[in-house]
């Protein structure tokens, strides 16, 4: 499916019925990151699966995450819907706090994975940079594989070599012009910590537990920052690195259903 949202062409899935959950890729993916949960929870809620600008089937170009965060409040209003659960994984999670911070009546519930609440460090600043003239001098596919290492756990590695290369493919796919606009608003994205203790709404936090990227005790910082309003829940995937909703499906949709039936439970 395509809409149009900030004068871009968006693409998306939009599946099932039901409880609306938003479903947001991180760097550098599209939307297939989130291909087994559609598939999996489409019976129980409704699905609504985007790529971020310029990523997978998507127009236009990003640089913070407040824009990214409004198109998904423009999404929401093409489909007509008042709130939904926003799931994010990495730069997903991110743009999640951001559309609390921005938009919290549209915020149902959250759920953040493989991400971290905390804006980036000057070393991680100059990181990005270098990514980004890696990104601009030898293109899209060369990025992608200084990413993959730590994109992946070291058992995905050892013996899931096709998870390693769904993702190497995922991401050499991706544009080398978004994904600079996106390395910009990742560098550049405000500290989150002071939003993380605003959350009023059931959060869910899940984690790999061998994510390098942003690891378990990010996910721990950050259920020490919600309040108790949140009812804050943390679940850490075994055998699993930073993309842990492909690493290990099955264990991520299964801590996703209850979650979202107890939202659904709770009307």
Known sequence: MQASVGGNRIGYDDAGRGLPVLFLHGFPHDRTLWSHQRIALASRIRCI???????????GIAHDVDTFADDWVALLDHLEIEDAVVCGLSMGGYIAMAMWRRH?????????????AGADSAEQRAARNAMITKARAEGASALADAQLEKMVGRETHAHRPDVVETMRTMMSRQSAAAMTGALQALRDRPDSQDTMKSITVPTLVIVGEDDVLTPPAEAKAMIELLPASAGAQLEIIEGAGHASCVERPAAVTHALADFLAALTEQG
């Open 104 to 116: 919290a009546k549209r915020v149902r519930g959250l759920v953040l994975c493989d991400t971290r």
């Open 49 to 59: 699966v985007p790529d971020l600008r310029g990523f997978g089937e998507s127009t």
